[in-house]
């Protein structure tokens, strides 16, 4: 069982950044990839990010490509997504995910966080 908890959402202006942190509880955290979506209203949840269980292949969306970077600490059990250059489309509530792949949709997800929520002003 994993359990996973973000943190770090908020709001900012256009342009800004943000770090998400996605703590995880258990042993088994580096069993799985990481992955994280994002929902705004009346949206399908997508995904932004992903990376592998060793934290050396990633997955991201084109419309976060060069602004958004995941990365891993599989010692600390937790997964951090840094964003930058935000803008007002990236508005959304922001899921922590874990399952077997890196590049996935969400009926493959084994495990989610409960959710942030980043709000980004123009």
């Known amino acids: 069982q994993v359990q996973l908890v973000e943190s770090g959402g908020g709001l900012v202006q256009a342009g800004g950044s943000l770090r998400l942190s996605c703590a995880a509880s258990?042993?088994?955290?580096?069993?799985?990839?990481v992955a994280w979506f994002r929902q705004a209203p009346g949206k399908e949840r997508e995904q932004v990010a992903g990376?592998?269980?060793?934290?050396?292949?990633?997955y991201y969306a084109d419309s976060v490509k060069g602004r958004f970077t995941l990365t891993r600490d599989n010692a600390k059990n937790t997964a951090y997504l840094h964003m930058n250059s935000l803008k007002p489309e990236d508005t959304a509530t922001y899921y922590c995910?874990?399952?077997?792949?890196?590049?996935?949709?969400?009926?493959?997800?084994?495990?989610w966080g409960q959710g942030t929520q980043v709000t980004v002003s123009s």
């Open positions: 258990g042993r088994s955290f580096g069993h799985y990839a």
């Open positions: 990376v592998n269980l060793y934290g050396d292949t990633t």
């Open positions: 995910a874990a399952g077997r792949y890196y590049y996935t949709t969400p009926d493959r997800i084994d495990y």
